[in-house]
T-cell receptor, first 111, second 115 residues
Framework: RKEVEQDPGPFNVPEGATVAFNCTYS??????FFWYRQDCRKEPKLLMS???SGNEDGRFTAQLNRASQYISLLIRDSKLSDSATYLC????????????FGTGTRLLVSP | NAGVTQTPKFQVLKTGQSMTLQCAQD?????MYWYRQDPGMGLRLIYY???????DKGEVPNGYNVSRLNKREFSLRLESAAPSQTSVYFC??????????????FGPGTRLTVT
């Protein structure tokens, strides 16, 4: 099993829709998780951090299910500007705090 | 405050040529990283520097060397470029947060093609 797995998509949704992505991770000792956003041909940028059961920031909600070892990202009322690739990120738990990045889920929001 | 800067933005090399990718950050971060990103592979760590004066191998270090010149600068060198090193290279920096995992800030990337 890969350390971090994501559905590559693309997820095609109309403006205003609600969309959710899942990410599974293999390291059961992981305590914190991140979602990064990457626009086409740009650098990744932090979207949300998840340290306990979940986190909410405006239209974005991240939830953590430790028993099943997955993290979800929910986007409500999708905007055209939400079109991007969303990277699930899990820190390694041994030694220095290196991050393991998923391959990303691509979201396309259409008018 | 420029954040993380990288030079060059684009580069084409012939097989066997060498080059150095430059990275600098102005956020006074202790830790710096070099990643490569390939289609379908995600970001993979090449080398990292936990603090000034230290460097360590990441997941894919073969064919690369690094230098942490000072707290601000972290360079990546390809001694003898190979087509398999065609990729987008990102530099990042972070500060250790109270949780132990600080947000990583990325530079704009260098698009390298080796022919």
């Amino acid at each position: 099993r890969k350390e971090v797995e994501q559905d590559p998509g693309p997820f095609n949704v109309p403006e205003g829709a609600t969309v959710a992505f899942n990410c599974t991770y293999s390291n059961s000792a992981s305590q914190s998780f991140f979602w990064y956003r990457q626009d086409c041909r740009k650098e990744p940028k932090l979207l949300m951090s998840v340290y306990s059961s979940g986190n909410e920031d405006g239209r974005f909600t991240a939830q953590l299910n430790r028993a099943s070892q997955y993290i979800s990202l929910l986007i409500r009322d999708s905007k055209l500007s939400d079109s991007a690739t969303y990277l699930c990120v899990v820190p390694e738990t041994m030694g220095f705090q290196k991050l393991v990045f998923g391959t990303g889920t691509r979201l396309l929001v259409s008018p | 405050n420029a954040g993380v800067t990288q030079t060059p933005k684009f580069q084409v090399l012939k097989t066997g040529q060498s080059m150095t990718l430059q990275c600098a950050q102005d956020m006074n971060h202790n830790s710096m990283y070099w990643y490569r990103q390939d289609p379908g592979m995600g970001l993979r760590l090449i080398y990292y520097s936990a603090s000034e004066g230290t460097t360590d191998k990441g997941e894919v270090p073969n064919g690369y060397n690094v230098s942490r010149l000072n707290k601000r600068e972290f360079s990546l060198r390809l001694e003898s470029a190979a087509p398999s090193q065609t990729s987008v290279y990102f530099c990042a920096s972070s500060e250790v947060a109270r949780t132990g995992y600080g947000e990583q800030y990325f530079g704009p990337g260098t698009r390298l093609t080796v022919t």
